[in-house]
C-alpha cells in the first residue's frame, strides 16, 4: 500500500520559516517526480515546487523563498520555506509522479499525501 504522510506544518510569522516532509512508502520512490502543491481556502489547488531526476522546478510565486530536495535513503521529500507570507497559508500536500515526467500539473500525479496545514500571521 502507497502512502506519503507529510509533516513539519504549523502556525508561523510572517518571515519566519517551516521545513516540511513528505515521508513515502509501499513502494520505490527513486524514480519518481515528488511535488509539492497547496490550496488555500477557496482555492484551487496549486503547484509549489518539484523534484525529479535532472533537477527542482519551482512556481514563480516562491521561487527564492522555497527549496525542494530528497533523501532517496530515506524515501522523504522536503520543502523548506523561508521568508513565508500570510499569501502562503494553505494545506500544503505532496505527491509522486511515479513516471518521472515532473510536470506542474496536479493531474499527472499518481499518489497523494493527506495533507498539512501551514498557516502565516502577518
Known amino acids: 500500500q502507497v502512502q506519503l504522510v507529510e509533516s513539519g506544518g504549523g502556525l508561523v510569522q510572517a518571515g519566519g520559516s517551516l521545513r516540511l516532509s513528505c515521508a513515502a512508502s509501499?513502494?520505490?520512490?527513486?524514480?519518481?517526480?515528488m511535488g509539492w502543491f497547496r490550496q488555500a481556502p477557496g482555492k484551487e489547488r496549486e503547484f509549489v515546487a518539484g523534484?525529479?531526476?535532472?533537477?527542482?522546478y519551482y512556481a514563480d510565486s516562491v521561487k527564492g523563498r522555497f527549496t525542494v530536495s530528497r533523501d532517496n535513503a530515506k524515501n522523504t521529500v522536503y520543502l523548506q520555506m523561508n521568508s513565508l507570507k500570510p499569501e502562503d497559508t494553505a494545506v500544503y500536500y505532496c505527491a509522486a509522479d511515479m513516471q518521472g515526467r515532473g510536470t506542474r500539473s496536479s493531474g499527472q500525479y499518481d499518489y497523494w499525501g493527506q495533507g498539512t496545514q501551514v498557516t502565516v500571521s502577518s
Open positions: 509501499g513502494r520505490t520512490f527513486v524514480r519518481a517526480a
Open positions: 523534484i525529479k531526476w535532472s533537477g527542482t
